[in-house]
């Protein structure tokens, strides 16, 4: 096999690996959503510090919707990207493989096992994460077997999701799911005691990748690592990744309306189009501009996100939902510092573009011009 064949085989694999996460993620979105929305309405509405021991009031009452879904959206993730991988066979191992990797008890038995120690607070979603490609993985292996006609109606209902346990189960609670659990509790403790210095480089990351490709796989990427957070109760991340994918479209749009001859004239469109896609973090409504520009918007996009979402961290905003921009603003603990952040990277992208575009025309001419320059082969 050819080295390009290599690079196309392994394009091909990571795609897939990132499909099938990206779809876990998507049926894992609406349960965080609900988880959030309810727990941060629960905290609105009784003692912050004492709701959970109201037991009976309204506040309590929506403080358990809201732990039902935090706590149900880990194996769900689990579960969808073993059904990504293997389909309906793969679907039961995943969520039952990721809930086990959840059970702090259990992971700290195994971790005595092995002889290690720690593990107590379980793997979270990074080891839903795992268990969804092993169970999925293991499931398809099973599932692309040659089987005798009288078994084959057994098979995606009892014997693939049985088989798939038995093996995955002892891979998983003794050999991986240890390391992972004790990595997340690592990253949790960090992300909790992180000061200063710290959280403004977090927030510079994590602002910046929202921006990178403009919703591709870097945006998501960091949109799944802060989602993955709220079941941690740290909510500080999401703020900066929520901040940070909304400013692309809006700092492009404010830019092309300051200056409408740095732009296309149909750009003036895209622009009344970004301002509420940006408002309902869609950051999508920026690929426009970076498809027409990529050199000089990109740039501008990821410099405004990355200040945004360190100005976020830096200033404490916390956001418990996983989506929904400016129309979830009123969940967040500090709702006008988020828009101060928001307004900051804005502006910072639209300016940044705007000094480093030139006229669209003479963009044009000159690259006219240097084409035409160029020798030609007769």
Do not use: C
Not at 13 to 35: A, H, N, R, W
Not at 293 to 317: E, F, N, Q, T, Y
Not at 334 to 355: C, D, I
């Amino acid at each position: 096999m050819s080295r390009n064949d290599t690079a196309d085989t392994l394009r091909a694999y990571l795609t897939s690996v990132k499909e099938d996460l990206m779809t876990g993620v998507s049926f894992m979105i609406p349960f965080v959503t609900i988880g959030g929305i309810f727990l941060a309405l629960a905290y609105a509405v009784g003692d912050t510090q004492t709701v959970f021991e109201n037991t009976g009031s309204a506040g309590w009452f929506l403080a358990q919707i809201g732990t039902a879904g935090l706590t149900i959206m880990v194996p769900i993730l689990g579960g969808y990207i073993a059904y990504a991988i293997a389909d309906r066979p793969g679907l039961a191992p995943g969520f039952l493989l990721a809930y086990l990797l959840q059970q702090g008890n259990v992971i700290e038995q195994a971790a005595l096992v092995v002889g290690l120690s720690g593990g107590s607070s379980g793997a979270g979603y990074l080891g839903a994460i795992v268990a969804g490609l092993v169970a999925g993985y293991v499931a398809r292996w099973f599932k692309n077997r040659d089987v005798p006609g009288i078994i084959q109606p057994m098979m995606p209902v009892l014997i693939i999701p049985v088989a798939t346990m038995a093996v995955a189960a002892p891979l998983l609670l003794f050999v991986l799911g240890v390391p992972v659990a004790i990595a997340n509790q690592s990253l949790t403790t960090f992300l909790e005691t992180m000061q200063g210095g710290q959280a403004i480089v977090v927030g510079l990351i994590l602002g910046g990748m929202m921006a990178a490709d403009m919703g591709g796989p870097i945006n998501k990427v960091a949109y799944v690592f802060a989602t993955g957070l709220i079941t941690e109760g740290i909510y500080a991340p999401m703020a900066a990744v929520m901040i940070g994918g909304m400013v692309p479209p809006i700092g492009m749009a404010l830019s092309n309306f300051i200056a409408p001859h740095k732009y296309e004239a149909e750009m003036y469109e895209n622009a009344k189009s970004g301002i509420p896609l940006g408002l309902a973090f869609i950051t999508e409504g920026a690929i426009p501009y970076g498809a027409a520009d990529p050199l000089r918007v990109i740039p501008s996009v990821v410099s405004g996100s990355a200040i945004a979402g360190a100005m976020a961290m830096a200033l404490g905003v916390t956001m418990p939902a996983p989506h929904g921009g400016v129309f979830v603003i009123l969940l967040s603990n500090k709702p006008l510092l988020f828009l101060a952040s928001l307004l900051v990277g804005t502006l910072v992208t639209a300016a940044v573009a705007t000094l480093i575009k030139p006229d669209f025309e003479e963009r044009i001419n000159a690259e006219t011009s240097s084409q035409s320059t160029q020798p030609t082969n007769n």
